[in-house]
């Protein structure tokens, strides 16, 4: 059994696994790594540690934590990612849409019983045409749950949980990772060590900068808010369905990022 089916067995879904712990444990890669070069008793027994740190419920605590890290991070970016992205893209003065492809968009809404605003309207109160395509997009997440894993939505709604969380966590996995190759490398240069494994530390020193890279240049606002709107172009694309969503409601658990409670 491997560690993904213990960790399945003990209640992570494809959602928490992907979007959730996994960011978390790309910030604990650093230290992981480091210490199994150093101590290679570590290295053995992985899935006995896991199903033990999921039996003291440290796993789901760490999941908990980058939640609540994305979710901040997300408030921050205000209308550039999550509820508040897809809402700004129903308006009139959001130019991302095409307005032919938005007008279908809000035809089906309002076939739905949703009052958009008209540009004129919007233009007299952009607060109220906010709110009113905020309103839409609720009901619209809802009603899309019994799409759940069966289109590429939830793809989508996992990478942008994903892109999320591991953004709220930045500060703390460069943090790691700066460690890590410090560490590692004042340990090579002091310990005599064989030549293969001078050259795993230094490989090892290469994966840490590769990733203090990474994180630096592609775990961005730029990187959330593309993910934001990859999922918000699937939800929109289910308004060119025309039988009601929802007529059919699946039993499957479907967490949204953008109403991530």
């Known amino acids: 059994m491997t560690a993904e089916d213990i960790l399945r067995s003990v209640g992570f879904d494809r959602y928490d696994l992907n979007a959730r712990l996994k960011p978390g444990l790309i910030v604990l890669l650093p230290i992981f790594a480091t210490v199994a070069f150093w101590v290679p008793q570590v290295r053995t027994g992985l899935g006995a540690t896991a199903s033990l740190l999921s039996a003291c419920g440290l796993l789901y605590l760490l999941s908990q934590t980058v939640r609540a890290a994305g979710r901040a991070a997300e408030r921050r970016m205000g209308d550039k990612a999550g509820r508040k992205h897809s809402a700004r893209l129903l308006t009139h003065a959001d130019s991302v849409i095409a307005p032919e492809t938005k007008a279908r968009y809000h035809a089906y809404l309002r076939s739905h019983g949703h009052l958009i605003s008209t540009p004129d309207e919007e233009r007299t109160s952009p607060e109220t045409a906010f709110s009113r395509a905020g ?101 929109f694309n289910l308004c060119e369905i025309e039988a009601p969503m929802g007529a059919k409601r699946s039993r499957a658990k479907v967490v949204s990022p953008v109403a991530d409670k």
């Open 135 to 235: 309103s839409a997009i609720d009901w619209l997440l809802e009603h899309t749950r019994a799409e759940g894993k069966k289109t590429l939505l939830y793809g989508e709604l996992i990478s942008y949980g994903f892109q999320r969380n591991l953004y709220g966590m930045k500060p703390v996995a460069l943090a790691f990772a700066v460690l890590a190759l410090a560490v590692n490398g004042a340990l090579l240069w002091k310990r005599p060590l064989d030549e293969a494994a001078i050259w795993t530390g230094i490989l090892l020193e290469a994966g840490l900068v590769a990733l203090i890279v990474w994180l630096a240049l592609f775990v961005t606002k730029t990187s959330v808010t593309d993910a934001s709107f990859a999922y918000a172009q699937q939800l």
